[in-house]
């Protein structure tokens, strides 16, 4: 096909084979446009995935600007209409070729660019699982970036040998100077991997600090505390830390609320009294249903857990509070001792010093 072209344009004066090939290659350029790109739209429009709209916006540029720069190849070939009117290889690839390539790759590099970084988005809004995935956008550009570059210097013919040597000192440079950085963006990377937590759960660190996650970043996570208080952790103590995450597998929480009664108690009565107050806290979950643990016999009474579940963490404390005063008020209408350690102490000699004062005269000291 291509030497068919070749052979025909070559039948023609070389001013009108010029004009063949640029109005040629202006009416393919349009043909894609009207023709192609609202064909891949129809078509599209049948599914429901949202990504093959995102490739055909996107790649709608690059192929007009593909289609349309192809009559410049055909223009410069040693056979074609550049080379007959006498101008020189040199001269064609300077003025012609390298423009159109270095066009080509800057508009490729940037539509994929685009893909990738409407791909993250789209991503990232579908769900929390994905809060990381600006981190593989931040370095997608990255490396595009630094290809693009590369090969433009290569297009031109420019010796990149000294430039990548340079680069590999000032990136050893770079790599101490921000080694904390590296360190945090690779944790970042194996938090998402390890899938430890997501916006909105919240974390108990080995350190004490704990929250609600509320941002993920290349560097470092921020949690909120109850407080109020904004805690920002770097990745790389996250990557290294010991994470207690309550929200997971599930939000709901099982919180255990210590209590004792009294020896001689009915004990069955007893755990109904707490059971009804349970059941009528508005925080506890009707599922798993609350329960009564006969833990151990105490020094001064019956040691008790009751077991419940609440709807997150965030409300475990708030419960725990409601349960132990409605608790204490329902014992106290009952007249359920709730005991309380007795100590009996001994002061040695007290008895005689005592009856050594009783028995001074008045005018003693």
Request: with cysteine; glycine share 6%.
């Amino acid at each position: 096909m291509y030497s068919w072209i070749l052979a025909e344009l070559n039948t023609l004066p070389p001013a009108v084979a010029l004009v063949t090939v640029v109005v040629g290659s202006i009416l393919a350029a349009a043909a894609v446009e009207q023709v192609g790109v609202r064909l891949l739209r129809r078509m599209s429009r049948s599914t429901e995935n949202g990504f093959d709209d995102i490739l055909i916006d996107e790649l709608r540029l690059p192929l007009v600007v593909t289609v349309a720069l192809a009559g410049v190849f055909l223009l410069t070939t040693d056979d074609g209409v550049l080379a007959a009117l006498s101008v020189e290889a040199e001269s064609r690839n300077a003025l012609f070729n390298r423009p159109a390539l270095t066009l080509l790759l800057v508009v490729w590099a940037w539509s994929l660019n685009t893909i990738v970084n409407r791909g993250v988005r789209a991503v990232k809004d579908g769900g929390p699982r994905f809060d990381f995935a600006p981190v593989f956008s931040n370095v997608w550009t990255i490396v595009l970036a630094t290809g693009t570059v590369a090969l433009a210097l290569s297009i031109w013919q420019i010796d990149v040998t000294p430039l990548v040597a340079g680069a590999g000192v000032a990136g050893i440079a770079v790599g101490f100077a921000a080694k904390d950085t590296v360190a945090n963006f690779f944790g970042g990377i194996a938090l998402y991997f390890d899938d430890t937590y997501k916006i909105g759960d919240y974390v108990v660190l080995d350190s004490g600090e704990k929250g609600t996650v509320v941002t993920v970043g290349v560097r470092s996570t921020t949690l909120q505390t109850r407080d109020e208080v904004l805690v920002t952790v770097p990745n790389a103590v996250l990557n290294s830390a010991k994470i207690v995450n309550e929200s997971a597998p599930k939000s709901r929480r099982r919180i255990r609320v210590p209590m004792s009664v009294a020896y001689g108690t009915d004990i069955d009565a007893f755990e109904a009294a707490v059971l009804d107050v349970t059941a009528a806290e508005r925080l506890v979950l009707d599922g798993p249903q609350p329960r009564m643990r006969f833990r151990s016999f105490g020094d001064s009474g019956l040691n008790y857990e009751l077991l419940c579940w609440v709807h997150s963490p965030i409300r475990a404390a708030r419960a725990t509070h409601e349960l132990n005063r409605a608790i204490y008020r329902r014992l106290d209408e009952l007249d359920i001792e709730i005991p309380f350690r007795k100590m009996d102490v001994t002061l040695a000699g007290a008895t005689e010093t005592v009856r050594d004062h009783s028995e001074a005269s008045p005018g003693d000291d």
